[in-house]
């Protein structure tokens, strides 16, 4: 992922050996308010313009996610951006125990029956 990461920042663009497992977990919808969506469409659309007409920057959008990013200094470096969601504790919960498990490359992983470490748990 370092490699892919460094690629994209380089390049603008996702290198054509790219693939992803994401495909193997199960994909759920999360519903947004349409004012929440406006609100950050507006906040990129600006962040995009700065960057065009500031520095000349063309502003490329990767967003990645899952704690394991996280825990490799390597790609954590590469990652201009970093935000860490919390959620309150029992809806941390209700989506671990929803989830059967998950795959990675290459590997995948059974979760065990709940954990949260209380860095995620908004308290």
């Given at each position: ?6 690629h994209?920042?380089s ?6 050996s790219h693939?992803?497992?994401d495909h193997?977990?199960a994909?759920?919808?999360v519903?947004?308010e349409?004012?929440?969506f406006?609100q950050w ?7 995009e ?10 502003v ?6 899952g ?6 200094p390597?790609v954590?470096d590469?990652?201009d ?16 125990l ?13 979760l065990p ?8 748990v908004?308290?």
């Amino acid at each position: 992922m370092a490699l892919e990461l460094a690629h994209v920042k380089s390049t603008g663009a996702v290198s054509d050996s790219h693939y992803s497992h994401d495909h193997l977990n199960a994909q759920k919808g999360v519903p947004i308010e349409e004012k929440v969506f406006k609100q950050w469409q507006d906040k990129f659309r600006e962040i995009e313009s700065k960057g065009k007409n500031g520095a000349g920057e063309k502003v490329q959008w990767v967003i990645v996610d899952g704690f394991l990013l996280y825990w490799t200094p390597e790609v954590y470096d590469e990652l201009d951006v970093r935000i860490l969601l919390r959620e309150p504790e029992p809806r941390v919960r209700a989506r671990r125990l929803a989830r059967s498990g998950y795959h990675t490359a290459g590997k995948s992983y059974r979760l065990p029956d709940f954990h949260s470490s209380p860095c995620y748990v908004l308290r």
